[in-house]
């Protein structure tokens, strides 16, 4: 397989929409409005993942805050399940990953927590677990951990949030 990371555009939506109820049918997939209010959002840079022009996987990232406060959020990632394990989830995640890191600051994003092969990619991506919200997803009830991926630097070494001239090793 060979993956291509391509803007999300409007048409793309028709088949985001049919990932959602095979991926989440339990807690309120996204509806094609959800997908067209993200896309409309200046903030909000949505990507997919194609293999010979099928998509197979999208992704979303909020861009927040300012120039001097910069943060941004994973919205969303989301795989066609027969390309589970194939690595389009880590070009996905990657690809959101860069769009921040072009801002700076901390990444966060939240994730069921019986998600294990996520929690793991994500941490193998520099996210933690700082927090859990309890009943986050809707209406399953599942629990989520909220992550954080501290503000890096060019080399990819941790900012200290109080002193931003010096890096940790």
Known sequence: ?????????VADI???VEL??????????WHAISFQSELAGSHNRYITARDDGRMVG???IALLGDA???EAEVHTIGVDPGCHR?????LLLEALLAEAGRRGGPVFLEV???NAPAI???AKHGFHIIGLRKNYYHPSGADAYTMRRPALTAEGREWRANTPNEVLS
């Open 120 to 122: 793991a990619l994500y």
């Open 1 to 9: 397989m060979s993956f291509r990371i391509e803007p999300m555009v």
């Open 112 to 114: 069921r927590t019986d």
């Open 20 to 29: 959602e109820q095979l991926l989440f049918p339990e807690d309120d997939p």
């Open 86 to 90: 194939t690595g389009v989830g880590t």
């Open 14 to 16: 028709e088949r985001c």
């Open 68 to 70: 001097e406060h910069p």
């Open 58 to 60: 999208y992704a979303g």
